[in-house]
């Protein structure tokens, strides 16, 4: 299968390939309707069909849809059964899909920039203004004529009163609350009764309903508190009983001798980590809901098969993987999200996975390339929606901030295809967020062969001579970290 022709705005661009694993030999640009049978809560599939009075949109260009959850890591599918079902049943999911900060702020302004925290700006929670807001997909998508609606979580310590820039509606939450949480309601700030998912998803449902008489595509970025700590339930699923998890090897690592410092002393269980997932599924039983009330709302506008959905987290978590209960390292848990996207129009409206290694970063020029705009120069990513779009190798990086009293140094990581190279550098954030303290000598290395050690558990640089480094590529693959950093 080889790429859609780019004809205008338009463009109907589709995911094949190598690195693609498609079910079927052929894909076609329209698929039908798939069903839901099989989840946790059913509901009976209907026929999409336009909506009586609604005048078409006369450019074709998609609606955009991004649903951003918050910690949440893979393995947590049980919870979004009918997500699942819609996106990966009619949609494409990208296996190797890496938060490229796992830090929300610096996450979250890699997913609007298309661009590596090193780049946009934003290396803490607590320096929301150092993103330059020119380089938001946002403002691209507003300027080229976009109705553009934020709703939910936007970057950690912007101000409550501070309207985000290139949206025409938002409903801001900040500080960021389960139940009855303080929002920013179109420049208006009051507290609004009710579960944080909800409420942001029924406002949400308004901004595309009002696409009925408003002919402009629009773009609606949708962000909720699930499934970040305390993980405070919805009250109908605060009792609800969740499947037992048996672990996985590196949260029963007992030799921890080849890991940094820090993580040797971490000492957090199996049984605080199977507590902590237990709680974050319970919070995602109310975004799967959400999920399906967005369908349901397109299904009956007759936008389902012109609208790009994607759904992400901000980053993955540990479940007392190696000692750790947090996201901030380099390992699988922390980095690998849950990811994606459907839009049957675009060519995405069949079952399959890609396994290109993907970030948060190619969010951004994917939705500028489904919109017909070209990217922009400083993007670090690249839309999914070309396939020959592929690469060898992803950095990931984080820096010790404020936050942190116990020194987790900062890091930076080389993930390629089938290896993992990580350094642990003596760098420290100021307090205005700038990596200025320390001299950067790196402190510890580690290299990890993600085939034959998926769970990160043999660090191949413990007791590495110069010769076995040699022979493992180390300064080859030194170099390539220092070119990306």
């Known amino acids: 299968m080889t790429e859609g022709e780019r004809r205008g705005p338009a463009r109907r661009a589709l995911i094949a390939g190598g690195a693609v694993a498609v079910a079927g030999a052929a894909v076609p640009l329209v698929s039908s309707a798939m069903s839901e049978s099989g989840s946790r809560r059913t509901a009976a599939p209907r026929t999409a069909t336009p909506v009586a009075g609604r005048r078409p949109r006369s450019d074709g260009r998609p609606n955009i849809l991004l649903v951003l959850t918050d910690d949440q890591p893979k393995e947590t599918e049980w919870a979004l059964p009918r997500t699942v079902d819609w996106l990966g049943g009619s949609g494409t999911t990208f296996g190797r899909a890496h938060a490229n900060t796992p830090l929300c702020a610096p996450s979250r302004a890699s997913v609007m920039s298309g661009r590596y925290a090193h780049h946009h700006g934003v290396l803490d929670t607590r320096h929301p203004y150092h993103l330059d807001q020119r380089t938001t997909v946002q403002r691209r998508l507003h300027e080229a004529g976009y109705r553009t609606g934020l709703f939910g979580k936007y970057l950690n310590f912007w101000r409550t009163g501070g309207d985000p820039p290139h949206f025409d509606e938002w409903l801001l939450q900040e500080p960021v609350r389960y139940f009855n949480g303080h929002y920013n309601d179109n420049g208006t700030l009051r507290i609004i009764p009710g579960y944080n998912t909800t409420v942001i998803k029924d406002r949400a449902l308004a901004f595309i309903e009002a696409s009925r008489t408003d002919d402009r595509p629009w773009f609606a970025y949708v962000a909720t508190r699930s ?26 690592e007992t030799n921890k001798g080849d890991k940094p410092p820090f993580l040797r002393a971490a000492d957090h269980s199996f049984t605080q980590g199977s507590a902590l997932r237990a709680r974050q599924l319970r919070t995602l039983l109310s975004v799967d809901d959400a999920m399906h009330d967005f369908r349901e709302k397109l299904r009956a506008l007759g936008q389902l098969e012109n609208t790009l959905v994607l759904f992400t987290s901000d ?13 901030s390292v380099p390992y699988r848990p922390s980095l690998e999200v849950p990811c994606y996207a459907s839009w049957p129009a675009g060519g995405l409206g069949t079952p399959r996975t890609d ?13 500028l390339d489904a919109a017909g705009l070209p990217p922009d120069p400083g993007h670090d990513g690249h839309s999914l929606l070309n396939p020959d779009n592929d690469r060898t190798h992803l950095l990931a990086e984080w820096w010790w901030n404020q936050q942190d009293r116990t020194p987790i140094h900062s890091w930076a990581s080389y993930i390629g295809r089938t ?15 700038r990596p200025t303290l320390g001299d950067g000598k790196v402190l510890f290395r580690e290299y990890y062969d993600l085939r034959a050690d998926p769970y990160q558990l043999t660090n191949r640089l413990h007791g590495a001579s110069a010769a076995e480094e040699r022979r493992l590529g180390i300064p080859e693959l030194a170099e390539g970290l220092a070119a990306l950093r």
């Open 315 to 327: 980053h993955g978590l540990c479940w007392g993987d190696h000692g750790w209960l947090r996201k």
């Open 355 to 367: 396994d290109r290694l993907t970030g948060l970063i190619d969010i951004a020029p994917t939705f």
């Open 419 to 433: 290896e993992q190279y990580t350094e642990y550098h003596r760098t420290r954030l100021d307090r205005a967020g």
């Open 227 to 252: 499934a970040h700590e305390p993980n405070t339930p919805e009250s109908r699923y605060a009792r609800t009983r969740v499947p037992e998890w048996e672990g996985r090897p590196s949260v029963f």
